[in-house]
């Protein structure tokens, strides 16, 4: 309970000092009070260290599910709602809480608008260790992810999918929220986490949305419970509003697929979308499709949904549904069938298995931190990604390896923070004598279906 001395109400001016210190003390924000933070920190009277502050506040003390709402409201309504009423049919989108070479946007976008639905995505950028869906689009010579909602519209009409970034007008709280809490430490929260990504959105125009809420060492939330508890917290988000929600919780202890790094990323996207690539990341952007099918009525149940998305790749036609998206987005796409059109690297390096055995555990997050060490992730809020770095993991969980035998090859240009990022990459395995016992599914859970 806050036992604070002094609580702003609405006869007394607030001021943000005092919403910093009635979170500090643990104390329940109003309604009035999150408005005010908010709406003064998007229109820059509440300067980065204030709001850092209460966000560093909010971290340690939590919020609750009163504050979640109303922060997540808050943000939606600091920018323009979208409706997309005049392009007819349901719109759909998923989300993901982030993770090390997780692409599945990419791949599920032309999937799903290849089978009809249209996919209004607005996605994010890289946050702390985990990649964004806008940086590796970024990869793509000429891609614009900076369409004017106007342009977004023409690309959703002409070819059902669109991704760009938060403009000025959608969700503006967020990018700056957003943009501060990656430099502040202050990410891996379930009530900022859901607000964050529940505002920006429901501002999309969307009519249901698949949540993929990651779980363990590379995920933000590491624990299966906290993960769970950021998927209830979405969906009822999402209900409330009278969106249609369904959360997937995946396992994220080790890289999604074989590659990760923005050219590498979406390299490895085309190759799911001609039938090739991983198996598990071919596994899951066909499950996530399947539900936004369900969801968007496309599809009577799931299991019809993954059919249907499995014909989209089969029949080429999610492949040719990519080219088109990257064509109106102003992107070369070429790079579909010439990927040495993407930026490359010009040097590899190997990091071998000091021992033979088994893969037992891999720290998903070093993987993660090596790479933006490198040039693939930012430190700064105005760092330069470079989108040729890239990592490629040659072992999964559970693979045997032999002694020297090759873990990862790192695509680099810059050798400055090799040795580190090698060495951090390296203490990222652990190699035991044994197989491990138990091999965790991709799809952990499922809430709200
Ligand atoms: N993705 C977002 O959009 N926001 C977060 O806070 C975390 C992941």
Redesign the pocket.
């Known amino acids: 309970m806050w036992s604070g001395c002094y609580a702003p109400n609405a006869s007394t001016r607030m001021r943000a000092v005092d919403l910093i210190r009635k979170k500090r003390d643990s104390g329940e924000l109003s309604r009035e009070e999150i408005d005010f933070l908010v709406s003064g920190y998007t229109r820059g009277e509440i300067p980065d260290y204030q709001m850092a502050s209460w966000l560093m506040a909010a971290w340690i003390r939590g919020l609750n599910r009163a504050e979640i709402a109303a922060l997540t409201e808050a943000m939606l309504h600091s920018g323009e709602v979208l409706s997309h009423s005049e392009i007819p049919g349901k719109k759909v989108d998923k989300h993901s ?2 993770g090390v070479g997780d692409k599945t946007s990419l791949i599920l976008a032309p999937i799903v608008s290849a089978g009809g639905l249209t996919v209004p995505m607005i996605s ?1 950028r890289g ?1 702390g260790h985990t990649g964004g869906t806008l940086d590796k689009l970024e990869a793509i010579p000429g891609f614009n992810v900076n369409l004017s909602l106007a342009e977004f519209r023409r690309v959703l009409r002409e070819c059902g999918m669109g991704l760009i970034g938060q403009t000025a007008e959608i969700a503006p709280a967020d990018k700056k929220i ?1 943009a501060l ?1 990656d430099v502040t430490s202050t ?1 891996e929260n379930v009530g ?2 859901c607000a ?2 529940m505002s920006k959105k429901l501002a999309e125009g969307i009519d249901a949305l698949v949540l993929d809420v990651k779980t363990g060492s590379g995920a ?1 939330m590491k624990k299966e419970e906290d993960s769970v508890r950021l998927a209830e917290v979405m969906v009822e988000t999402g209900k409330r509003v009278g969106k249609k929600v369904v959360a997937l919780i995946t396992n994220m202890d080790q890289p999604l697929g074989r590659m990760a790094g923005h050219s590498n990323e979406v390299w490895e996207s085309i190759e799911v979308l001609k039938g090739q690539g991983p198996p598990d990341l071919r596994e899951l952007s066909l499950e996530l499709s399947a539900w936004m099918f369900f969801l968007g009525a496309r599809t009577p149940g799931v299991e019809e949904g993954r059919r249907l998305a499995e014909t989209m790749v089969a029949t080429g036609q999610a492949l040719e549904k990519f080219r088109q998206g990257i064509r109106l987005q102003g992107g070369d796409e070429r790079v579909v069938d010439e990927p040495g059109r993407l930026p490359q690297a010009r040097f590899h390096a190997q990091v071998v298995s000091p021992a033979a055995g088994f893969i037992d555990v891999a720290n998903c997050e070093q993987l993660g931190t090596a790479l933006a060490m490198l040039g693939g992730g930012r430190e700064k809020k105005e760092d330069k990604i470079d989108p040729a770095v890239g990592l490629e993991f040659h072992k999964r969980i559970g693979d045997r390896v032999g002694k020297n035998e090759k873990l990862v090859t790192i695509h680099y240009n810059s050798d400055a923070k090799l040795t580190e990022a090698k060495n951090l990459i390296g203490n990222s395995y652990v190699v035991s004598e044994r197989a491990p016992l138990e091999k965790r599914p991709l799809v952990r859970r499922i809430i709200g279906a």
């Open positions: 809480t982030g994010g946050l957003y809490r990410v900022l986490i964050s990504i933000f």
